[in-house]
């Protein structure tokens, strides 16, 4: 099945789904100083989104970009274009973030930093493969971090040694990251983290050395929206066993019934064996902690993360519109601002989805979206 993308419709229906203040946000942010012609927030957001929506390359937006009659500009134009609606773009995904009601305060005492990677493809047939590894902070949703590295080799997949940290940090990242190696190095600069526990990945042992009895403790939480915490070690080659907690929570009846039989499901497409115990994970959302009890109690903890859910549904879509696009990999200002233009893409395809589901039979506001006109 083909993935949805935003671009795809019409181009007043698309912007009927902008954030009002889009084009306050574009004097705000100052994207369009400098101009000499071509000022139009319209056709300049249009431009830029070829590019990062449809995943044209550069050379191929200008020469579309010129047919549609948006703008005349050159590759090399429109990747200065590109550098400077860094802000613009990361403004637009603020208010989009909000629209969607994820609060903008956490009841947490830090600021977050929410960490993932994702694979993008260059542009064309023989387009390489690379990785991105990117930090967002929350609530400001500032882009701190961005790295770009092979698919293959050593120390290029997921890891938290890929991003720089400080003793101020307090990351939370997914079950991708759930590595004794990432979280060591983490305790070692001083950071704090909160990672969802891959129980198959992870040695976990008792404050005595032994091996810790993780399905023994569940059994002792049997009821929707339980909550339990245990103190645990995470060993790693030679350096001593690292303290952490583990903090739990039972899922709900719907919730448990929806993630067996997306198992069942996998194993029977991949012909596995579903083993005992992992319907028993399945049945609990489990995350390893750095983070000071003293500050952070078990629900803070499992709230955090939750949000962090929140925001994965977001990056999901971004993951797969992020696979269309060309990425410009040699200048930190430019690829930051398509970060912020594929998270844009993202955000603005989940509104087109949510509101298809929700506004029947048309999925839109009528009275917003007057016209019809295509992309470019």
């Not at 091996?211 to 645990?232: D, H, N, P």
């Not at 970060?339 to 589901?357: D, I, N, P, R, S």
Request: hydrophobic content about 40%; glycine content about 6%; overall charge positive.
């Amino acid at each position: 099945m083909r993935s949805v993308n935003a671009v795809d419709e019409d181009w007043n229906l698309l912007l009927s789904f902008f954030p009002s203040n889009w084009k306050d946000l574009a004097q705000v942010t100052e994207a369009l100083k400098g101009l000499r012609q071509d000022k139009s927030e319209e056709n300049y957001i249009r431009t830029l989104l070829l590019h990062l929506g449809c995943g044209f390359s550069m050379r191929e937006t200008v020469v579309r970009a010129k047919q549609a009659k948006l703008a005349e500009l050159s590759d090399v134009a429109l990747l200065k274009r590109l550098r400077k609606s860094k802000d613009w773009l990361y403004k637009l995904c603020c208010a989009l973030f909000e629209e969607r009601g994820i609060p903008s305060e956490l009841a947490v005492p830090h600021t977050l930093r929410l960490m993932d990677a994702t694979v993008v493809k260059e542009a064309g047939k023989t387009g390489s493969l690379w990785r991105i590894h990117y930090s967002l902070q929350w609530p400001s949703l500032a882009c701190d971090y961005f790295k770009i590295t092979a698919t293959e080799g050593k120390e290029t997949g997921e890891s938290l040694r890929h991003f720089p940290l400080t003793p101020q940090d307090y990351i939370v990242v997914d079950r991708g990251y759930c590595h004794a190696s990432g979280i060591h190095y983490a305790a070692s600069k001083g950071a704090c983290v909160t990672v969802r526990l891959n129980p198959d990945g992870m040695l976990l042992q008792a404050a005595n050395g032994s091996k810790f009895g993780l399905l023994a403790r569940l059994a002792s939480i049997g009821t929707a929206a339980q909550t339990g915490e245990w103190k645990v070690l995470i060993p790693f080659e030679e350096n001593p066993p690292l303290p952490v907690r583990l903090c739990v929570v039972r899922k709900s009846q719907t919730s448990i019934a929806l993630a067996h039989k997306k198992l069942r499901r996998y194993a029977s497409k991949h012909g596995t064996r579903l083993q005992p115990e992992t319907l028993i994970y399945a049945q609990y959302v489990m995350v390893l902690t750095t983070f000071p009890r003293k500050e952070f109690s078990v629900e803070q903890i499992l709230e955090g993360y939750r949000f962090r859910w929140q925001i994965e549904l977001i990056f999901k879509r971004f993951k797969q519109i992020a696979q269309l696009g060309h990425l410009p990999k040699y200048d930190p200002e430019s690829a930051q601002a398509w970060l912020y233009g594929k998270l844009f893409v993202a955000l603005l395809t989940e509104k087109l989805v949510q509101h298809a589901g929700a506004l029947s039979p048309w999925g839109y506001n009528l009275a917003l979206a007057t016209g019809s006109q295509s992309l470019a």
